[in-house]
């Protein structure tokens, strides 16, 4: 049946009218023989449009021992706020006790009493009424209605209090003014319970319009759940600009529940004097391993800022090395080497860590190739490794990496757990602007 | 060894960093109208009503845990819960009938306040004004991490109970000993009196607070466990303050036949008695209690009304950016004192319609909260096992009778 033949059989052609979602709810629901079925419950809509589109209709009956329907749109005859006559008989219908959609956003599940954000007006509001539109026999959700005299209709004393403010003042605003915001400005937060995230379905750009600061202030309004879930769904510009404007206690939060890597990504996006506002703030296992996940050339800067500079392991290190579980064979360490890429090209050192990423071992490429490929890599190890830790000076680096001949040397934290590695070239230059330095003191002290 | 006490170190930062809720709320129901209770019950009945804290102690932990772990994990108020769990409907009646009950608990704190300054020999024209402005300024300008702090000396205060305790010299042997063997007498007094101790435990502001508190606070589902030992240490602090009043009244006034109907009177009563410093301590603990209540019964109030109804919240506010929050705070408090201050008001017709309110508005929150911390679309993994639940259940069941029971005594009386 297309859209067209449904509109012809529907009685009353209401399109261009409104009706509130509170009007709708629990009307009376008749099959196609005027039989009692139900009563209207929730609609389930189509969030992929601008203005969203009813789909099905939830009727439920009973009590307490409650059972649940969900009707087609197209069967649906007629619906208004008495009564909603449906074109199929009573038997066609199938009851359940489930009624809980996992995909669809239904209206008065997750719109109607829940909080969302308008973009419109910067705020997050509780929703207190939704303004529904006909269009030919369809329902379109318009706006929301978040006034006082939404909460009023839904409590059955509109009529009652009208009466008595138009007694008082006839122009009241409270009577003139419509509390309705457009749907396009509304990002609801209701979080998809398979993935945890939310839909987010005003334009992007509707965010970026947005001040940062605002953006925030909405964002800390969120409970933590609705936060970790919004974060996720955003894009990364926009991400960057709530970090960057929300409290150190929120940005710790979010970190805690999204883990080192997404925010080390986030980080990327922030100017550097935000990025170390933020990160000087944490443990400095934590911020070295940060920095570790981010962004080579920026983490460098950033490390700088934070005063590791040249004077320590810990700013001199590289993240990008090769790492491998203890338990992985050679054949297998050698199949990855192959394929993956490297920014730069690290020294022909393997890394062997175990489940927590603590360092148990140092291989090289010769070792592997030559070894058996079904051994286990650790078989291919040194016997021994020798590593640094993340406050090590210069000198403690340059010392051991000259009196075992590597090329590279580990760093590791107060646990054992690497967090990047010093290459020979990045540890020559160091030592070479510090013999010129003393080489200038000795050339100037004569004179 | 060392690292064994780093650990336990670390261990006690995390729980000082997310204590305070859970105490807080405990320490508030230790009120004006709780020292009342206690006052009374000592100076009538001697050690005789000690047992029951015991089951009071439990069943304010097992209600106040349902509370922090709901927030924990939801990160929602309870209002908020019920708006958007039951409809505007529930969440409107709900939220009136909490705004009466604790508006007239809150005269009731105010009324606490004027008594104690009748103690001191202080006009309560001077005192009951200015401890409402301070108590407003305290909200208003505060941040919510410097009210906390300060709320948290507040608790500290309770121990002038402790200490008037001691300086009384009570026979500790009875008191363990009355303690541990619950006397149930047929006597309707007593009876009476029973239901008052134990009804006036569990008041529905309190679950509202407390919820709002740990969401406000942003407590990780990792340091839930902290959280509940808060609540917890909470619940034991505040038996214990209300155990010391029982024995303070009960050594002195009860031994001596002196009957008492307010804490004004059992404090008047202790001076001759238990001296000077006892007398001290007793009126000044009944003013700290007094003052802390009636910040936290309108903050609450404020704070959940605005969560169901769905304005802007928050101590962290300005009062343009959340106009209905600040204008409901500043109106209780505003009623609350004036009417203490008009001539000729009488106390106890405010105590009845606070016990009213209270009685009709608890069993819905409890259901509601047993509802929603069942809920798994909510709770996930976190809903209660169903142990836990029978236990709420009886409780629910015993709190619901006794406040029934409390709601006809208050107008048979």
Sequence with gaps: ?447 | MNARLKASWAKLLIFLSVMGPGIITANVDNDAGGITTYSVAGAHFGYALIWSFIPIIIALIIIQEMSSRMAVVTGKGLADLIREEFGVRVTFYAMVVLILSNLFNTISEFAGIAASAELFGISKYILVPLCALAVWWLIVKGTYKSVEKIFLVACVFYVSYILSGFISKPDWGEIARSSMHPVFKMDKAYLLMLIGVIGTTIAPWMQFYQQSSVVEKGIKLKDYKYSRLDVIVGAFVVNIVAIFIVIVCAHTLFANGIRVETAKDAALALKPLAGHYCFYLFAFGLLNASVFSACILPLSTAYSVCEGMGWEVGVNRSFREAPQFYGLYTAIIVIGAALILLPGVKLVPIMLISQATNGLLLPFVLIFMLLLVNNKRLMGSYTNSRFYNIVTIIIIAGMIGLSIALLFTAFIH
């Design chain 1, 1 to 447: 049946m297309t859209d067209q033949q449904i509109a012809k059989k529907i009685g009353k052609d209401r399109s261009g009218m409104f009706i509130y979602l509170s009007q709708l709810l629990d009307t009376i629901v008749l099959d196609k023989n005027r039989e009692f079925v139900g009563r209207v419950y929730d609609v389930v809509v189509r969030p992929s449009e601008v203005y969203p589109q009813a789909s099905l209709l939830m009727i439920r009956k009973g009590f307490p021992d409650r059972q649940y329907a969900v009707i087609e749109w197209a069967n649906i005859f007629e619906i208004d706020d008495k009564e909603t006559w449906l074109t199929i008989g009573k038997d066609k219908i199938i009851f359940s006790q489930i009624h809980n959609n996992k995909e669809e956003l239904t209206l008065r599940r997750d719109i109607l009493d829940q909080q969302v954000v308008d973009t419109f007006n910067h705020k997050v509001i509780r929703i207190n009424d939704i303004h529904l539109l006909f269009v030919d026999h369809l329902l379109m959700v318009a706006h929301v209605d978040i006034s006082l005299r939404g909460i009023i209709r839904r409590l059955g004393y509109e009529k009652i209090t009208d009466f008595f403010v138009s007694l008082v003042n006839k122009n009241a605003a409270y009577l003139k003014k419509e509390h309705l915001i457009s749907w396009k400005y509304i990002q609801p937060l209701s979080i998809n319970p398979a993935s945890m995230t939310i839909k987010v379905n005003v334009p992007q750009q509707q965010f970026s319009r947005i001040p940062a600061a605002d953006l925030a202030e909405i964002f800390q309004d969120l409970d933590v759940r609705q936060q970790l879930s919004f974060f996720k769904s955003l894009d990364l510009s926009t991400k960057a600009r709530i970090f960057t404007h929300i409290d150190f206690k929120v940005q710790k939060s979010l970190m805690d529940d999204l883990g080192n890597k997404e925010i080390a990504e986030v980080l990327n996006h922030i100017p550097s004097d935000e990025a170390t506002d933020f990160l000087e703030k944490l443990s400095k296992d934590r911020t070295v391993h940060i920095l570790g996940l981010m962004e080579t050339k920026y983490s460098k800067k950033l490390s700088q800022l934070l005063g590791y500079s040249s004077d320590s392991a810990g700013g001199l290190m590289t993240a990008e090395y090769i790492a491998f579980k203890k338990d992985d064979t050679i054949e297998a360490v050698l199949q990855q080497i192959k394929e993956r890429t490297f920014k730069t090209e690290p020294a022909q050192f393997v890394y062997i860590v175990d489940e927590d990423h603590k360092l148990v071992g140092c291989t090289n490429f010769r070792r592997l190739i030559l070894a058996n490929p079904r051994d286990n890599v650790q078989k291919a190890a040194f016997p021994k490794i020798y590593s640094v830790r993340l406050d090590s000076s210069v000198k403690e680096v340059a010392y051991l990496m000259e009196k075992y001949k590597y090329y590279t040397i580990p760093v590791v934290d107060a646990n054992n757990v690497l967090q990047g590695i010093i290459t020979v070239d990045d540890i020559l230059s160091q030592v070479i602007s510090i013999a010129w330095r003393r080489l200038k003191r000795i050339e100037v002290k004569p004179s």
